[in-house]
């Protein structure tokens, strides 16, 4: 079992940046898959970015690719998801999630297939 801590949301203007944080509470290395998902008000969460439990490699939804980035610190057991060049549709509820994979180079991007959810962190970004 692993617990989840979300950190870093705000209110910002378009074109600004954040980044959130993800502590965990033990290791995440090589034993959860970890994810980034998003909840606007009245719509379903989303995918947002996803890193391999091997670290080895990202992934992203379409509307993030060259603006978001996430990146692990197996030092600190903590998740970073730097969003740049922020939009008004960026607005939502920010959650990072962990699952147990089927292999080390494996992601989802199905949020009923992730068992370990953060409280979330709002990010809002003002035009």
């Known amino acids: 079992q692993v617990r989840l801590v979300e950190s870093g949301g705000g209110l910002v203007q378009a074109g600004d940046s954040l980044r959130l944080s993800c502590a965990a509470s033990?290791?995440?290395?090589?034993?959860?898959?970890l994810g980034w998902f998003r909840q606007a008000p009245g719509k379903e969460r989303e995918f947002v970015a996803a890193?391999?439990?091997?670290?080895?490699?990202?992934f992203y939804t379409d509307s993030v690719k060259g603006r978001f980035t996430t990146t692990t610190d197996n030092a600190k057991n903590t998740l970073y998801l730097q969003m740049n060049s922020l939009r008004p549709e960026d607005t939502a509820d920010y959650y990072c999630a962990a699952r147990i994979p089927n292999s080390r180079d494996g992601y989802d991007r199905r949020p009923d297939r992730y068992q370990y959810w953060g409280q979330g962190t709002q990010v809002t970004v003002s035009s």
């Open positions: 890193i391999t439990s091997s670290g080895s490699a990202t």
């Open positions: 033990r290791r995440t290395s090589n034993w959860y898959q």
